[in-house]
């Protein structure tokens, strides 16, 4: 609590709207349009298990952040009046997931790519942005935000392993 208490001593109308946006960007502004998108060009691409990945990352992601608060039902904290509305539980959180898992899934199609470094430079900043956002507003814990970061790279990651291993390989790796 003493890190959100200092992180709290910063806070001013503007920042407050700057944060308010930032959080926005975690579901419904960029995480959830930015996977349709995603998905859509994947599937005009004639990417099926790319596709197939990066929706089960996605939406496999929304429900195990679902589960996980009706599972551990922590209570967000309450230190002062936040300027966002919450309606659940707090552990973990959704939007450190959700952007986790976007920008994990992007980087895990870019990385055979060149654009792999800055698709992972840019994810990086998104998610802490976003992340960084949630504890500024006062709507969740550091460990909310660290077990949500924690459970969306074993989801995506544990996929990859399953969908996209073979794809992945190098020619001179065998099996």
Known sequence: MELLERIHRHASPER???ASWVTGLGTRYGVVP??????AWLLARRRAVQALFF???MAGTGLLDDAAK?????????????TESTHWFGFPSGHAMGSM???TALTVLAWPTRARWPVALLSA????????????LGVHYPSDVLGAW????AWVLG???????RAHRSPRTPG
């Open 16 to 18: 407050d709207r700057i």
């Open 34 to 39: 930015g996977s349709i998108l995603v998905a």
């Open 55 to 57: 929706t089960l990352a």
């Open 70 to 82: 009706a599972f551990y039902g922590r209570e967000r904290p309450a230190l002062w009046a936040s």
């Open 101 to 103: 898992a976007l920008g």
């Open 125 to 136: 900043l998104f998610v802490v942005l976003v992340s960084f956002s949630r504890l500024y």
């Open 150 to 153: 924690l459970a969306s790279l």
């Open 159 to 165: 996929l990859r392993q399953l969908l996209l291993a």
